[in-house]
């Protein structure tokens, strides 16, 4: 059981600042997210795209901003559950929370901030028999180590970026990779396009278009795959398969934890960002409420006051007196350093 102060599930800008925020008050912070990494939609949609209103930066690139915000929180030491998605939540006698993961990692918790933006990234699945069934068995969405891959034979099914820089990437890693799209053009940019049919000149990636993924086979784990195209149907042998069709998401799980919802967003108090069950707060992007922005920095600035409120809920009645960190240093606002 991973226990901690705030549990944060979404590990988005909002997510990651709050750590900071939280540290501020001496309060340990947790964050889960779907995603293999931190950044939210900053690092999974746009990392190489620039951001222009963030205060102080006339322009940052998303992807920047994702590492400097987990610069700023360093100091605090965040735990991370990555890869995994909240699943189910558990109220205690003592106010305090239990929040599973589709995994089975168990939290525990007085405060929960949901920073879960558009909701969590749900892979988008090809329809094909017992799919389920192979899923950690040799078939991912995600790629969260590519060192799994090393000298395997890789099946890669997609035409966007991620399938075409993954088969770049694994060309080099894997003994055999196999790129099948269901079109003769890629979508994926055009460097990248190039790059994979020069790699197919040179044999390092098998490349086959306008082409489906028609079966799965293997035991208890993939052995090979069914690929038709023009109406011939050819088994491939694989040691692994990657479906990389793009994600969607999905505010999901969290629907259903009895919180008060409009139009796919969690209903907030504005005084501090509390949702309808005390101790649930819900910030940034998932948030709504009247003239609400989906913009980083209101999430900056919901993070900031719901970690007041946070702290008071954890220490009733304890007076303190807010400084700035350029007073009373970084770590606290009893002017302590480490
Ligand atoms: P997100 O970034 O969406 O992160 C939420 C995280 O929560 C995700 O990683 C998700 O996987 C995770 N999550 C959700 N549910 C669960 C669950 N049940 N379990 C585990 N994890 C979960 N904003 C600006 O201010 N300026 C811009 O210039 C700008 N440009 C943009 C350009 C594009 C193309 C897009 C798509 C958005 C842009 N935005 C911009 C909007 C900005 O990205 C969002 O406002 C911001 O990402 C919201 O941050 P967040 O942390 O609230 O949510």
């Given at each position: 059981m991973i226990k901690t102060d705030i549990l944060i599930i979404g590990a988005g800008p909002t997510g990651l600042f709050t750590v900071f925020e939280a540290g501020l008050l001496k309060l340990k912070c947790h964050l889960i997210d779907a995603?293999?990494?931190?950044?939210g939609q900053c690092s999974?949609?746009?990392?190489?795209k620039p951001i222009y209103d963030i205060p102080g930066f006339p322009e940052i690139l998303a992807g920047d901003l994702t590492s400097n915000l987990l610069e700023q929180g360093k100091q605090f030491q965040p735990g991370f559950t990555l890869g995994e998605r909240a699943e189910t939540i558990e109220k205690l006698e003592d106010r305090s929370f239990i929040v599973t993961t589709n995994k089975g990692t168990q939290h525990h918790a007085p405060i929960i901030a949901i920073a879960g933006g558009l909701g969590s990234f749900e892979p988008r699945k090809p329809?094909?028999?017992?799919?389920e069934k192979y899923e950690d068995n040799g078939l991912a969405?995600?790629?969260?180590?590519?060192?799994?891959?090393?000298n395997k034979k890789v099946v890669i099914a997609g035409g966007g970026d991620s399938a075409l820089d993954w088969s770049i990437f694994l060309a080099d890693v894997a003994s055999k990779v196999t790129l099948v799209h269901r079109?003769?053009?890629?979508?994926?940019a055009l460097d990248s396009v190039e790059r994979v049919q020069e790699l197919k000149l040179i044999n390092k990636i098998n490349i086959i278009t306008p082409a489906e993924i028609t079966e799965l086979h293997g035991e208890n784990k993939i052995e090979g795959v069914s690929v038709t195209k023009n109406g011939e149907t050819e088994f491939i042998e694989a040691d692994e398969f990657i479906p990389l069709f793009g994600l969607s998401p999905k505010l999901g799980p969290i629907g259903n934890w009895g919180l008060e919802i409009e139009k796919n967003a969690i209903k907030v108090d504005t005084l501090d960002y509390q949702t309808n069950i005390p101790g649930i707060y819900a910030i940034g992007d998932v948030n709504t409420y009247?003239?609400?922005?989906?913009l980083i920095l209101c999430g900056f600035h919901e993070a900031t006051l719901m970690c007041q409120s946070a702290y008071k809920r954890l220490n009733p009645g304890k007076k303190f007196v807010l400084k700035y960190t350029t007073v009373s240093g970084i770590n606290g606002f009893d002017g302590s350093r480490k």
């Open positions: 995603l293999p990494q931190p950044g999974e949609l746009y990392p190489k329809q094909l028999e017992n799919i969405y995600f790629i969260k180590d590519p060192e799994v891959y090393r079109r003769n053009e890629f979508r994926g009247e003239g609400k922005l989906k």
